[in-house]
Each structure stands twice: as C-alpha cells, then as structure tokens.
C-alpha cells in the first residue's frame, strides 16, 4: 500500500511537472500579450506579402521589422531571397524567432537581434516594416525622414499623421501604408533658369521659379525618394537630388537640361523635422 502510495504521488510530481518543462522548451508567444511599448499581435500571413508587394522588395533590400514579433515579415522576407533584421525587446521572441527561421531554412539571410527600436540604428535599410501604434510612428517620424531619400516605410494600420502615405493596400479588411521618405530639398537654391524657392511639405512643395526675371508659382511639387517634379508657367520640370545639387530636365514651352545648388547661406531645415 505504501509503495503504491509512494509511486502515485511520484507519478502525479512528475505529470504535473511536465506541462511546465515542456512549456520551458516550447516557448509560445501569446497574442496580446505586452511587449515593450506595444503588445504583441501578429501581422496575417496574407498581409505580410502585400506588404513586402506594395514596397516592391527586391533581393538589393535590407528590410529592417521594428518590434519583430514571431519574426514572420522578416522569414517571409527571406525566404524572397531578401537579407532581413529583425528588432525585439523581447529575447524570449528573439529565440523563438530565430527558430523559426532555421526551421523555414532562411536562417542565412535573416537576423534577429534583442534590442529596444528607440535606441537602434536602422539606417542601413532600404525598407523598414512595423505594426507598432500612431504615438510610436509619430515618435519615430523625425529619424525615419532623416533616412536616405527613396527609403520605403510600410505600416500595418497605424498611419503617420499629417504625412499623407504614398499608397496603401489591403487584405481581409486591414490596411497597409507605404510611404517613400523624401529628399530635402527646402530651402533657396541656385538654379541655371533662375532662382528656385522650394516650401517643403513631405513629399509636397510649393515655391517660385524666376522665369525671364519673374517669380512664376510652381505648381504639382512633388518629390519622390531622390526625384522631384513640378510645373511652373508652361513648362515642367524634373530633377534628381543628390546633396544640395539638382540636375533635371524640363519641357514643354522650354526644354532642355538645367540644375540647381542649394545657397550655401541657407542649409536644408524643413519644419516637417521638428
Ligand atoms: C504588434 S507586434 C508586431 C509584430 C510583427 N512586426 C508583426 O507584424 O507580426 C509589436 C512587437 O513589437 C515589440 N516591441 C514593443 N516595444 C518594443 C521596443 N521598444 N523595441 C523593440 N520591440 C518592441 C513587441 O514585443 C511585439 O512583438
């Protein structure tokens, strides 16, 4: 009887044991469950692929997901043949990832790294994914318009206030928000047809071009990534930034090549930074 005893309890320690050495090894993450300064919730699967879609990825990327997760965007990523970093606070999302991406046999073109977003350097990438919150965008906004023109940013459901998206997708009722970080080109610059006077706002701007001594409005300022196009009289124009030199074309009334120097007295400092 004691013997019987005597295994009963050591076979009732051991059971109730198990669950947890099981759940030790099988870390799984919980949706809702909190994160650093977002809970976590995974992006759908179908989501994922518009969203690396409406960037348009191509093997040349560097695709940085702030606030990893389970790590799908940055393993859908690579398994694009696309090298991939993932940023979470979370280590034990940070193992489970990392897993999973050996699993999914694209450990070689991915990374997951423990680290909170705020204080991470991601400038080396050319596409940046994230399911955060409309604060942490907003908070991010300044740093992530000082990447390099033509950097893609691609939000699931948070927008970025007043910088309208450059286009959007969707799949099964949720949205995505793609936005191409613009050159900066505020400022008053030196032009072969006359002086330039550029009101940036995003990937808008407004402004004069001296045409005949003149300053004409210009008119559909638009810029994207390192391209800039607008209308002024009746002519339109284009350009590619590089720094604070312009070269274009234009046509219409005029045609031709021109290019602009920015006023070395008057440095790029567009308000929408601050
Ligand atoms: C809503 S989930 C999105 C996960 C993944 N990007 C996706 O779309 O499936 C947000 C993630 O950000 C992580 N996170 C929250 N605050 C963070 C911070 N300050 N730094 C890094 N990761 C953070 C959370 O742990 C969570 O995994």
């Not at 991470?120 to 990438?125: H, I, Y």
């Not at 070395?264 to 440095?267: G, K, R």
């Given at each position: 009887m004691k013997i019987a005893t005597f295994t009963t309890v050591l076979l009732a320690a051991t059971l109730l044991a198990l669950p947890t050495i099981t759940a030790a090894a099988e870390y799984q993450p919980q949706p809702f469950q909190q994160g650093k300064d977002v809970i976590w919730l995974p992006t759908p699967d179908g989501l994922v692929t518009k969203m690396l879609d409406l960037a348009k990825v191509t093997t040349r990327d560097v695709i940085i997901d702030?606030?990893?997760?389970?790590?799908r965007t940055v393993i859908a990523a690579g398994k694009r043949g696309i090298r991939a970093l993932g940023i979470e606070y979370n280590p034990e999302m940070v193992e489970f990832a990392s897993r999973a991406a050996q699993k999914e046999g694209v450990a070689d073109k991915v990374k997951f790294v423990k680290a909170d977003l705020f204080e991470?350097?991601?400038?080396?990438?050319t596409v940046i994914t994230m399911y955060l919150l409309s604060s942490l965008n907003l908070k991010l906004r300044p740093k992530i318009l000082g990447l390099k023109a033509g950097t893609r940013i691609v939000s699931h459901a948070f927008d970025m206030n007043d910088w309208k998206a450059d286009d959007t997708t969707t799949f099964d009722g949720r949205h995505a928000y793609l936005w191409i970080v613009p050159a900066q080109t505020e400022g008053r610059w030196r032009s072969t047809l006359g002086e330039l006077v550029i009101k940036q706002n995003f990937q808008f701007f407004e402004g004069t071009l001296q045409v005949g001594g003149k300053p004409v409005e210009i008119t559909n300022g638009r810029i994207n990534g390192d391209r800039l196009s607008f209308t002024a009289g009746l002519s339109q124009y284009s350009g590619r930034v590089s720094g604070n030199r312009i070269e274009g074309a234009v046509s219409g009334a005029a045609s031709g090549t021109w290019s602009a120097t920015l006023h070395?007295?008057?440095?790029v400092s567009s308000p929408q930074n601050h």
């Open positions: 702030l606030g990893s997760g389970d790590g991470t350097d991601f400038s080396e990438a070395s007295d008057n440095p």
